[in-house]
């Protein structure tokens, strides 16, 4: 009976809390909402359209439950939709109230150098309609100068400078911690340069590997490069990229004044200055302090002129890891995006879709279903176009397999055409604490895989003739896709990555173009006029409620943004680390059990942000680093 009692009074004591937090989240939520009073909107009649970029840009942002909202879990980083820009960017060329464009990019972190060239080529349609493009910030990188390095004039704090980093890093290996503690790690493979595996059983990349990252790194920073002294000829990029102490000690240690003289800057001066700079080309903000200027808010902008979603031409966006089950916008959740696309074919009278892919990959399965589910718009008659953006490799070319014609930049990274799985088992840890494990069987299957006791070889077997197995059925699909032998796709897959521009050599693509070439050419082939031809995108409408708290959230927050001088920005950058390992540790655990997914994609795309189940284990982290 005291047992009984016990348990009771716990129950009771997990309602009353449960309880409690609920009228807080409630009543937190109501005062919040009663107390509000919106701040003088910086959206005004006239003035500069302002690229505030304080986070990432993506190709489909991440949901941000309300529940993350109102306890303050929310990513630090914004996520800013690429479309979004992009479509900012092409009204306003022929908006009469826009009298600039500019760029804040002093928080931003990067969104991809696909991304970063769309946005580039956007800037310069407004340049070339005879209207300023002005940016600014304390530190420039990579991604950050590629954008800059399209406007009219591009500022510096005196205090900052530019960093050019150029394509590559680290990745994180695992070898000698697993053998330290005792973890036998069993790899089912496919593919010569299906890397993804061996931070588990490497203790530094294999030279296959390095041959094929640094053939990829090489090609992007080329293509950096290009872009970068297109738009700005005087910029000296490859000296001051190549040689950047020499840069520095001509300058005497200042980065800023070393940036200047390199001609990757124009004008050297803190906020304020440029504030005042852009107040005399847009307009003086009424009654706000000195260095503001007539600004018109990116959010209020687009949704003040965001097209009606009732188009002909189905884009299905296929963002994020692929995962098996439900989830989110983001993350390629194979259920959810099969479902949204089937009930899209049944209720709307859609002619064309186009597929848009920025993943890397993941499940099998998860990757199978979405394929199904594009093959399905063929069977109803659409033709269908996939676009190709930041990465599409391994999953992410999975699902391009169905297209009719597939487009690409020379920046995607695409192909990793190639499968593993891995399993780790836990009997040498386990004898180390003096743990063994016995046992019967009936089968040589009996039991396993048996993570406490090792896998046997009957079941080790079975697995890599079934890892091989899926490889050749992939192979087949992009054969059947490309119109080549699966000899010839053989060649070329191997779980190797390319480069869009070689991908287009080798027969992986078919054209150069953006998203909006490929609706386009989708238009073309369902017999409609390109020019009047309208898009319907099929993804989860969003949250009301999430949106409105959102909206509360940005305007209450305190603008913190990442540390901006060198050191400490560089610092911070690397806290990626963390993410990766924790990514790592998952997939090694508990990920989709035959995967076709891209290790080397994770440096070249989008920043990566967690997954919903790294949460707790990154917010120990985060604690930790503080």
Wanted: some cysteine; aromatic content about 6%.
């Amino acid at each position: 009976m005291a047992f009984v009692k016990g348990a009771w009074r716990i129950l009771v004591a997990i309602k009353d809390g449960l309880v409690l937090l609920f009228l807080l989240l409630f009543f937190g939520a109501l005062y919040a909402a009663l107390s509000y009073s919106p701040k003088p909107t910086k959206s005004v009649s006239s003035g500069a359209l302002l690229l505030d970029l304080d986070g990432t840009v993506a190709e489909q942002p991440a949901e941000i439950s309300p529940t993350a909202l109102l306890t303050g879990s929310a990513p630090e980083a914004k996520e800013y939709r690429l479309s979004d820009i992009v479509a900012a960017l092409e009204a306003a060329k022929g908006d009469a109230k826009v009298k600039a464009v500019v760029l804040n990019l002093d928080g931003f972190l990067g969104g991809g150098q696909v991304a970063m060239t769309r946005i580039g080529a956007a800037l310069d349609a407004v340049r070339a309609a005879k209207k300023p493009v002005l940016a600014y910030a304390t530190l420039y990188t990579d991604d950050s100068y590629q954008l800059a390095a399209h406007a009219s004039e591009v500022w510096s704090d005196p205090l900052g400078g530019v960093a050019i980093l150029g394509r590559g890093g680290s990745n994180l290996y695992y070898k000698g911690l697993i053998d330290k503690l005792g973890v036998n790690t069993h790899v089912y493979r496919v593919g010569t340069y299906k890397s993804f595996v061996e931070p588990y059983t490497r203790t530094e990349q294999s030279p296959e590997a390095r041959q094929a990252n640094q053939a990829l790194a090489d090609a992007l920073w080329q293509n950096w490069q290009d872009d970068v002294q297109k738009a700005r000829p005087r910029a000296r990029i490859a000296a001051y990229a190549g040689d950047p102490a020499a840069a520095a000690r001509a300058a005497n240690g200042d980065i800023a004044k070393a940036a200047l003289a390199a001609g990757l800057v124009d004008k050297l001066g803190d906020e304020s200055a440029f504030g005042e700079h852009v107040a005399e080309i847009a307009g003086d903000a009424a009654g706000d302090k000195a260095g503001s200027f007539a600004a018109i808010d990116l959010r209020t902008y687009v949704k003040a002129r965001a097209p009606a979603n009732d188009g002909q031409i189905g884009v299905l966006t296929v963002a994020g890891d692929i995962v098996d089950g439900e989830a989110g916008p983001g993350t390629a959740a194979g259920d959810t995006i099969s479902n949204l696309l089937l009930t899209a074919l049944d209720q709307r009278d859609l002619k064309a879709l186009v597929v848009r892919v920025d993943s890397p990959g993941g499940s099998v399965m998860a990757s199978e279903k979405i394929r199904s589910a594009i093959l399905q718009a063929k069977e109803d008659g659409l033709p269908v176009v996939v676009s190709m953006g930041n990465v599409a490799a391994s999953g992410g070319y999975w699902v391009s397999t169905p297209g009719d014609v597939i487009f690409a930049e020379p920046e995607t990274i695409t192909g990793s055409i190639g499968v593993f799985g891995i399993l780790p088992s836990f009997e040498g840890t386990l004898a180390k604490m003096g743990i063994t494990t016995d046992g019967v069987r009936t089968t040589p299957l009996s039991g396993q895989p048996d993570i406490a006791g090792g896998t046997t070889p009957e079941f080790d077997q079975i697995m890599q003739l079934g890892v091989e197995d899926i490889y050749r059925r992939f192979v087949g699909l992009v054969a059947r896709a490309r119109n080549k032998t699966p000899q010839q796709i053989d060649a070329i897959a191997q779980g190797r990555v390319w480069d869009g521009g070689t991908a287009r050599q080798i027969g992986l693509v078919d054209r150069f173009g953006g998203l909006e070439d490929a609706i386009a050419e989708a238009a073309r082939r369902a017999k409609l006029d390109p020019a009047k031809a309208r898009a319907y995108r099929i993804e989860k409408a969003p949250d009301p409620w999430a949106e409105w708290l959102e909206a509360l959230a940005e305007r209450e927050s305190d603008d913190a943004t990442a540390p901006r001088d060198m050191l400490a920005r560089q610092a911070w950058a690397q806290r990626g680390w963390a993410l990766q390992a924790v990514s790592d540790v998952r997939a090694l655990v508990s990920g989709a059990g035959v995967r076709a997914d891209c290790l080397e994609c994770r440096g070249y795309g989008a920043p990566r942000r967690p997954r919903p189940e790294d949460a707790g284990m990154m917010a120990t982290l985060a604690a930790l680093w503080r």
